[in-house]
């Protein structure tokens, strides 16, 4: 009778805990660039260059990667940021060289994309080139690595600093 009471008190317990904890569901991919990470922009990119710029959201107080614009020459880009006017139901696609450098299309669904889009798509993309796959879906809300949608937050939200802390924190 005991032994039941106190599996009851630990049941309730880990349910407690399980819902004030928050649940990272982020999910990492084979992206390393190491503490500093240089972008380069191509000249396709240049009417979106205050979009380009949301790439530094990723330099927030704490953070494990620097990002530092490569276009003043002397770097070697990291990531490389482009722009193509075809019509494929992407707004950007993040496609990886290697595993320290990923070159990032944005397409037309960008181009007429509003500007929150445009920037959200940004942060979203420069996430998979500097190490994090999309998070699961019951972490939508707290990460700009959702799969589809957006949420209207163009900087790294909650899930996506774990996911960094994860890969890069050690
Ligand atoms: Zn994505």
Not at 109 to 115: E, L, Q
Request: glycine residues 8%; neutral net charge.
């Amino acid at each position: 009778m005991k032994n039941r009471k106190n599996l009851f008190f630990a049941l309730i317990f880990t349910l407690l805990i399980s819902i004030c904890l928050p649940a990272y569901a982020y999910d990492l991919n084979d992206q390393y660039v190491g503490s500093n990470a240089y972008y380069y922009n191509y000249a396709s990119v240049s009417p979106y260059q205050s979009h380009m710029n949301k790439v530094t959201t990723w330099n927030y107080q704490g953070a494990y990667v620097f990002l530092v614009n490569a276009n003043t020459g002397g770097y070697n880009p990291n990531i490389y940021q482009d722009f193509l006017d075809i019509d494929n139901g992407y707004f950007g696609y993040a496609a990886p060289l290697n595993t320290r450098q990923t070159h990032i299309t944005y397409y037309r669904a960008f181009k007429n994309g509003t500007p929150d889009e445009k920037d959200e798509t940004v942060v979203h993309e420069v996430g998979h080139a500097i190490g994090l796959h999309h998070t699961q879906k019951i972490n939508d809300i707290n990460a700009v690595m959702r799969e589809n949608g957006f949420n209207g937050k163009a900087y790294p939200l909650p899930d996506d600093k774990e996911g960094m802390k994860a890969k890069y924190g050690r």
